[in-house]
């Protein structure tokens, strides 16, 4: 194997390792998203990129050149010279052999190159979405316990407003009794007043028949003393 493809199968051997150790279930998305923060991979970011597609184009024309070496070694036939000379046969098997096998190289390295990429930013999104998907429940839980607290405030304030309103129909209540009270006083002074005043009458109308009564009396006596005065001057007539 030339050095070339004995560097492309040493990378190769790396991605599979790399890939299998992101793949490992017990190392978390965020774990992970820790380790791409460190300083060292700060250095290399700017050059990343540059690094990434220079290594695609790399690995694409040696996938294209095993590609050329397989067709131009499937494509050639064994001649009677060929058949007359079995190392020949050998020799060109062995270098059809060889050229698969540097294409299946080149291809696993570009396609796991491909893969390492995209789970390396797979698993950063992943971190992200943990992290905003835990700040998201924070953030609900936080509204939930906002709301639950603004009911029990609404419902605090709403028993407030019904004692106030109990309150104030017990003070219009105690208003409209006193004004009541009020007003049954005014009409029982009223009363009062009547009464006396009926009273004053009364006793005013009882002297004043008492006084009738003696001067009634008093007539009748005159009436009576009259009528034997005149009946004694009646029999003294007759004798």
Request: hydrophobic content about 45%; proline content about 1%.
């Amino acid at each position: 194997m030339t050095l070339q493809w004995t560097v492309v199968a040493l990378f190769l051997y790396v991605e599979i390792g790399i890939i299998l150790i992101l793949c490992f279930p017990f190392i978390g998305a965020q774990r992970w998203q820790k380790v791409f923060k460190f300083s060292i991979w700060d250095s290399v970011a700017p050059y990343w990129n540059k690094g990434f597609f220079t290594m695609i184009i790399i690995l694409i024309v040696l996938f294209l050149d095993a590609v050329r070496e397989v067709r131009k070694y499937s494509g050639a036939e064994a001649n009677k010279e060929d058949k007359l000379h079995p190392n020949m046969f050998d020799h060109l098997h062995m270098k059809l052999f060889r050229a698969q096998r540097n294409l299946y190289i080149s291809g696993f390295s570009l396609f796991l190159w491909l893969v390492m990429r995209r789970v390396v930013t797979l698993i950063n999104q992943l971190a992200a979405s943990i992290g905003t998907g835990a700040a998201l429940q924070t953030q609900a839980e936080n509204a939930n316990h906002a709301a639950k607290k603004y009911m029990e405030d609404n419902e605090r304030l709403k028993q407030a407003l019904e004692v106030e309103m109990v309150d104030r129909k017990s003070a219009e209540g105690k208003e409209a009794l006193q004004k009541e009270v009020q007003k049954l006083k005014q009409e029982l002074e009223g009363a009062g007043n009547a009464l006396k005043k009926s009273r004053a009458e009364a006793e005013a109308m009882r002297r004043q028949a008492q006084g009738l009564t003696q001067e009634y009396d008093r007539l009748l006596k005159e009436h009576l003393q009259l009528q034997e005065l005149q009946q004694g001057s009646g029999d003294k007539k007759d004798q």
